[in-house]
């Protein structure tokens, strides 16, 4: 299949995931609840006490892995439970599949990421002087655990306790670019420049090479095992 | 001239036999049914058949003039209808159709869609959500998904299973039409059914 046709193909799973969740909310409803939620309760629970920036940056992170946690696996336990996975199986080239998946994942958490970055400047006074880089580190690291949790999101797809096993099976792969992610954020945040947090961010590009390669050549015997 | 050739497929789940040692070869023109009680392994063989399952042993090919096919042409040349592979519910019967034609490569006009949709007897009902047909026209649209790649393997699961009168008929023509032309293979428990194809294997004995 030339490049053309897998986009092309890669490109109707995302369209067809996109019009889903515009007429059911359910993945959108369920991250933003949960990073919104969590948000609002550590700010009134903090009052007028700041934390420090170490801190702010880990409650940062720590905000979006669990909304990640709560939503991507949808993406193909949707697919499951609704009976429709057989017929994408006859029908759709795994690649095309699994780059359809990724992009909707990374539409989704960039979504919440849009609408919980703000309320987290705001709800814990995190210092916001060096706002593109912290965006920056912010792209790297959605891209970062999209790349990862979508392939662990297709091995639980058929399992009978997906909730937990996701969490489970992706927490040791997303510990590196967590550390790397809470590093480089904090050092955002402390107001360091972009040659300062170089080495996080290169060890973030090739977590995500690495990460994209072994899922791609991975996901057709998941998907169809 | 296309072929479907299976040698001595056997499987097993855990320490239960479903079936073993299971030879046949099909080639265009030719049709088979399977039939045997609950649970003897129709649906089964036909996830084996599809590649979808794993064979405890032996082997399934797919072959066009004597060339294996590789996984990409067997996928644009097979479908399936069956009780277990659904629609989107949330889709349109229009959006469902356009979806699975632009998986296969294939762009489908408007008059084709209608084509379609008239074909299994769903007229007017195209730009309706599927989550509010009724489970016989859920059938007759995965008949439409189905035709929409023209296949040359054609596997049918229980094919006349939520279908009225009309729709039984119509699903008789259309095996009656498609055997000429491809490999079919249906799985039932409805003696009528058997009539339509050249072969019968009965599993569970």
Known sequence: MDSFGLASKAFAVLAKDLRLEWRTRYALNTILMFGVTTLAVVSFSLGQAGLPVKLLAALYWIVVFFSAMAALAQVFTREEEAGTALALRLSADPNAVYLGKLFFNLILLSTMAAIITPLYFVFTDAPADNILLFVLVLGLGIVALCTATTLVAAIISRAAVRGALFAVLSFPILLL??????????SVLLGQSISEILAPLQALIAYIVVMLTASIMLFRFVWKA | MYTLKVENLSKRFGSRRVFSDLSFELTTGRSLSITGRNGSGKTTLLMLLLGLHHATQGKVSYVCDSEQLPDSAVRAGTALVSPYLNLYDQLTGEENLVFFATLSGIN????????LLATVGLERRGVDPVGAYSSGMKQRLKYAVA?????????????TSNLDIDGKLFVRQL????????????????????????GLIRLGQ
Do not use: C, H, Q, W
Request: hydrophobic share 40%; proline share 5%; aromatic share 6%.
């Open chain 2, 108 to 115: 489908l006009s408007g008059k084709r869609i209608d084509e």
């Open chain 1, 177 to 186: 670019p967590l550390i790397l992610l809470v590093s480089a954020s904090d």
């Open chain 2, 147 to 159: 035709l929409l790649k023209d296949p040359a393997y054609l596997f049918l699961d229980e094919p």
């Open chain 2, 175 to 198: 095996v009656e039409s498609r055997r000429r032309n491809s490999i079919v293979v249906i799985a039932t428990n409805e003696e009528e059914d058997y009539s339509l194809t050249d």
